[in-house]
């Protein structure tokens, strides 16, 4: 198939689509994080954001230089220019032209009654305002893509009208054409028909998709306009946008590439869809999705013991495709054997050779499933989990210190002024104790300077390594303030990054076990490298 | 259209299949709770459970007699006949005629290898039993719908044996044949023909669909599957289910009907639909889901100041359906890109009748742009919001009380040992000063314990108040461990919920405004309902 199979490029737009949604809110840093991630999973064109429109967005394109993206093209999204403005004092368009994205996403109304209930214009004048805008980028120097917002809805009620828009921005030098479900109540006939008109009517030009999934239509909306011709899917990466999300990609793809004959992404991308997925949602600080097609934890488990033994005859009885090709995993909800193939690739990667059959091997995945059920995540905290392994297989030195207890105070004395936290902390090495305290902005600040004082006169090591990120997350299952709490704190010293995790009822125990690992780690490579 | 439109039935197996979805339990006395509503709703068809194969399907059926239902028929579910067995001494049929529902629905296997190489049986044995199960229940004087599991996959890969399945159970008495896509992983147009293809072979029988999403596709391949001839749609009410879970009637049903001219609920009927998926999700001790079509809570809200303003206008712009024909509500959030028409709907919500050039409203929005800023998130804390407004346009009493100063200590010992926290608070209540301590799991319970105990000796309304979540989310742009944090805490009196919000460098400074608020807001509402 490879080779013949028409190819679909994927337009992500979970940086600006995706952050309307309610509570999806990504940093300017987050973003950043989210694009590499983007890039390295493969898809063709990044929606950075809308420069200009807000602080984030503008920071976020401020800093994009940074990004040397290898696969994606970065995309900036913005409208046509003001009906009181022309292109050339448009501020809108102007933060287009100041963004380092070679590709400009022009949105434009094609519903008629959206021209004159909404901007109260005339019919003309928004053809005008369109042309106007696409060759101005053009002319500019950018690719342009026009974005005809509401096209289904308008070519249902102005078929003329949401045509005419369209071969405006064509004629005006627009490389493609995104048709979009922007109400998102259309139905997959809707979509196939439409696309077939305008495939029809303006022949050649490339036409991309934009579905929302306000009647849960948006993938099959998609693939209903890939049958009918459009080359371009765009969506956010696990469906996130304004009221009930935006296109899925992670559904869509996969479909697409592994029965319908289309390709948008090479077997070893499409194997980070996964990871990717739940990248994305760690960075929002959001657990991963469990029920999302393809993607989701609980979208290749398992119940019942006949059915399993069953699964494991001969898995494509009960599965659609095989999880391996999604990078997902399949679980048994009953007798948890997932993760096994995954633990054997990181033995070899650590460097411990071991045969499949090892009994420790087994005992490893016990614990590790042990751990997880009391809401250890090892996916964005692989330092803690190299330590782990290291500790229990016999590897190098991991150890280095024992931290024996800590004290922390947190005190407010009125409304008006700040608290001030301190913590006192006594740590073991080489049977060395050493108590000391520190003060900090906040009581795990205080905790963090506390240890690191305490070990830096062992460590001098220790003074290259800085925390980069520290995020809390209340684990579900349990409710209000005595909830347990995971820990997850991200670390860096200049060349590398690493993550560990820590897990208690306790904020501040979950917060010194992380921050423990994470200087061990750093002692453990430095050791190594050494 | 009334009168003309063709009747859909539906068959909601929330109480089966639903309960397959990981995470989502229900008890019987829930379940006798969610079959009323159920059958408020208008389904047609209540699948209870399978009898005889887990205590709480068993208890439900034993229960089942109290329901006395107006609307729907209970079904009870269960398999053909053992091969080892015949129909009078099979257990799982005695479990079925013990069950007081006029209906069951019988499953048997229609795709030949999971015939062969999961029964071990002959291809014509699984038609003797299929058969002779259907006649069995026929005889007793049940109702048999038969349920054609996998039938999708056999069909593709075994046409003739397929058709011969569904053959067996329509000549044997089966009032309706059920079309399953088990796997959940088909085309909507791989489920369209095969729907076509049952029609021409076996015409004058009932045929019905039930899908699962795999491929994010269950809502579509229902729709297609009623084009080609399918008149009994099964699913959930909320698409819960095993894997990626089962068709969503809350997805389906509206579009049938506002959309492609079925019937399957009366108008009255269709407006319970939102808080039906709602009461069940709070059955099983889940939120209300926030991004499904139709009934969730972001379903139909609206961010952006121009967006805002616009659908104030003319909804049917912004809106692919109007909220209220499905019980759902119209919502405006707040956040850092909408702007003025949403506070100003607000405050016309809360009761304060103001002019929009009212200067109050700029200040308003200044105060909120700034805080947000900070990093207070109001989207997911209204409670902190209509505090926030009262206080400043000075409507009825809000604060209450003083928070006057805390003290946190959180120890720990050695490293088996768990922490212990205590915390101590002073608050002012009508100038007098309450000086508390309280101990807890961890520092924020320890804290919130100590407010509520101060609080309690004035307040004996707050005993009613509990607290549903916490979240900590660390802000971006602050690195490390002295970042700022904000917390969401979500509280409920048993009839509604609310959220508040608070944000510092200190997570216990942000607990404590969180937790201030979320108190003040259940004693403004009981003053107001007082």
Same mark, same amino acid.
């Given at each position: 198939?490879?080779?013949?199979?028409?190819?679909?490029?994927?337009?992500?737009?979970?940086?600006?689509?995706?952050?309307?949604?309610?509570?999806?809110? $990504?940093?300017? %840093?987050?973003?950043?994080?989210?694009? /590499?991630?983007?890039?390295?999973?493969?898809? &063709? !064109?990044? %929606?950075?954001?809308?420069?200009?429109?807000?602080?984030?967005?503008?920071?976020?394109?401020?800093?994009?230089?940074? $990004?040397?993206?290898?696969?994606?093209?970065?995309?900036?999204?913005?409208?046509?220019?003001?009906?009181?403005?022309?292109?050339?004092? &448009?501020?809108?368009?102007?933060?287009? $032209?100041?963004?380092?994205?070679?590709?400009?996403?022009?949105?434009?109304?094609?519903?008629?009654?959206?021209?004159?209930?909404?901007?109260?214009?005339?019919?003309?004048?928004?053809?005008?305002?369109?042309?106007?805008?696409?060759?101005?980028?053009?002319?500019?120097?950018?690719?342009?893509?026009?974005?005809?917002?509401?096209?289904?809805?308008?070519?249902?009620?102005?078929?003329?009208?949401?045509?005419?828009?369209?071969?405006?921005?064509?004629?005006?030098?627009?490389?493609?054409?995104?048709?979009?479900?922007?109400?998102?109540?259309?139905?997959?006939?809707?979509?196939?028909?439409?696309?077939?008109?305008?495939?029809?009517?303006?022949?050649?030009?490339?036409?991309?998709?934009?579905?929302?999934?306000?009647? &849960? $239509?948006?993938?099959?909306?998609?693939?209903?306009?890939?049958?009918?011709?459009?080359?371009?899917?765009?969506?956010?990466?696990?469906?996130?946008?304004?009221?009930?999300?935006?296109?899925?990609?992670?559904?869509?793809?996969?479909?697409?590439?592994?029965?319908?004959?289309?390709?948008?992404?090479?077997?070893?991308?499409? /194997?980070?869809?996964?990871?990717?997925?739940? @990248?994305? /949602?760690?960075?929002?600080?959001?657990?991963?999705?469990? @029920?999302?097609?393809?993607?989701?934890?609980?979208? @290749?488990?398992?119940?019942?013991?006949?059915?399993?033994?069953?699964?494991?005859?001969?898995?494509?009885?009960?599965?659609?495709?095989?999880?391996?090709?999604?990078?997902?995993?399949?679980?048994?909800?009953?007798?948890?054997?997932?993760?096994?193939?995954?633990?054997?690739?990181?033995?070899?990667?650590?460097?411990?050779?071991?045969?499949?059959?090892?009994?420790?091997?087994?005992?490893?995945?016990?614990?590790?499933?042990?751990?997880?059920?009391?809401?250890?995540?090892?996916?964005?905290?692989?330092?803690?989990?190299?330590?782990?392994?290291?500790?229990?297989?016999?590897?190098?030195?991991?150890?280095?210190?024992?931290?024996?207890?800590? /004290?922390?105070?947190?005190?407010?004395?009125? %409304?008006?002024?700040?608290?001030?936290?301190?913590?006192?902390?006594?740590?073991?090495?080489?049977?060395?104790?050493?108590?000391?305290?520190?003060?900090? &902005?906040?009581?795990?600040?205080?905790?963090?300077?506390?240890?690191?004082?305490?070990?830096?006169?062992?460590?001098?090591?220790?003074?290259?390594?800085?925390?980069?990120? !520290?995020?809390?997350?209340?684990?579900?299952?349990?409710?209000?303030?005595?909830?347990?709490?995971?820990?997850?704190?991200?670390?860096?010293?200049?060349?590398?990054?690493?993550?560990?995790?820590?897990?208690?009822?306790?904020?501040?125990?979950?917060?010194?076990?992380?921050?423990?690992?994470?200087?061990?780690?750093?002692?453990?490579?430095?050791?190594?490298?050494?």
């Amino acid at each position: 198939m490879p080779g013949n199979a028409p190819v679909i490029e994927l337009y992500d737009t979970t940086l600006r689509d995706g952050t309307q949604a309610e509570g999806f809110v $990504l940093t300017p %840093e987050d973003k950043l994080k989210v694009a /590499r991630q983007l890039d390295r999973l493969g898809v &063709d !064109y990044i %929606e950075g954001g809308w420069p200009g429109s807000n602080p984030r967005d503008q920071e976020f394109f401020e800093r994009a230089g940074e $990004l040397q993206l290898e696969n994606a093209v970065l995309v900036a999204f913005g409208s046509t220019h003001h009906a009181k403005r022309t292109p050339d004092n &448009d501020p809108n368009l102007a933060a287009l $032209l100041a963004a380092p994205a070679p590709v400009c996403a022009l949105v434009g109304k094609s519903w008629s009654k959206h021209v004159t209930a909404q901007l109260g214009i005339e019919l003309e004048r928004n053809l005008e305002i369109i042309a106007a805008s696409v060759a101005y980028m053009k002319e500019a120097g950018r690719r342009v893509f026009f974005d005809a917002e509401h096209f289904f809805d308008g070519l249902a009620r102005d078929e003329d009208y949401a045509l005419a828009v369209l071969k405006a921005a064509a004629e005006a030098g627009a490389e493609a054409l995104v048709l979009c479900d922007t109400n998102g109540g259309s139905l997959p006939s809707w979509i196939s028909q439409g696309v077939g008109k305008v495939a029809a009517a303006l022949p050649g030009i490339t036409l991309g998709i934009h579905c929302h999934n306000d009647g &849960d $239509l948006a993938t099959a909306n998609t693939l209903a306009a890939v049958e009918a011709g459009a080359r371009q899917v765009q969506g956010t990466t696990g469906g996130m946008g304004e009221r009930c999300g935006n296109a899925d990609l992670c559904a869509i793809a996969p479909t697409l590439q592994l029965k319908m004959g289309y390709t948008c992404l090479s077997e070893d991308q499409l /194997r980070r869809l996964t990871d990717t997925a739940r @990248f994305i /949602r760690e960075q929002a600080n959001q657990p991963p999705t469990s @029920f999302s097609p393809y993607v989701g934890t609980s979208a @290749f488990s398992h119940k019942g013991g006949l059915h399993i033994s069953a699964v494991e005859k001969d898995p494509a009885l009960y599965e659609h495709v095989s999880p391996e090709l999604v990078g997902n995993n399949r679980r048994y909800l009953l007798s948890d054997l997932a993760g096994r193939a995954a633990l054997l690739k990181k033995l070899a990667d650590w460097g411990f050779d071991m045969a499949p059959d090892d009994h420790r091997i087994k005992q490893m995945l016990d614990e590790l499933k042990e751990r997880e059920n009391e809401g250890y995540a090892y996916e964005a905290a692989e330092a803690s989990l190299e330590l782990l392994v290291n500790r229990r297989l016999g590897g190098r030195p991991s150890h280095f210190f024992d931290l024996m207890g800590f /004290r922390v105070a947190d005190y407010k004395e009125s %409304e008006a002024k700040p608290p001030s936290s301190e913590a006192t902390v006594r740590v073991k090495v080489e049977g060395v104790e050493e108590h000391t305290a520190a003060m900090g &902005d906040g009581p795990v600040n205080a905790l963090d300077r506390a240890i690191r004082k305490a070990l830096s006169r062992f460590y001098p090591a220790l003074s290259a390594m800085t925390l980069v990120d !520290y995020k809390v997350r209340v684990l579900a299952g349990s409710a209000g303030t005595e909830a347990r709490v995971r820990v997850l704190v991200e670390s860096s010293d200049g060349e590398s990054r690493w993550g560990t995790v820590g897990v208690s009822f306790d904020v501040l125990e979950a917060s010194w076990q992380a921050l423990g690992d994470s200087i061990r780690y750093k002692l453990f490579k430095t050791l190594q490298g050494g």
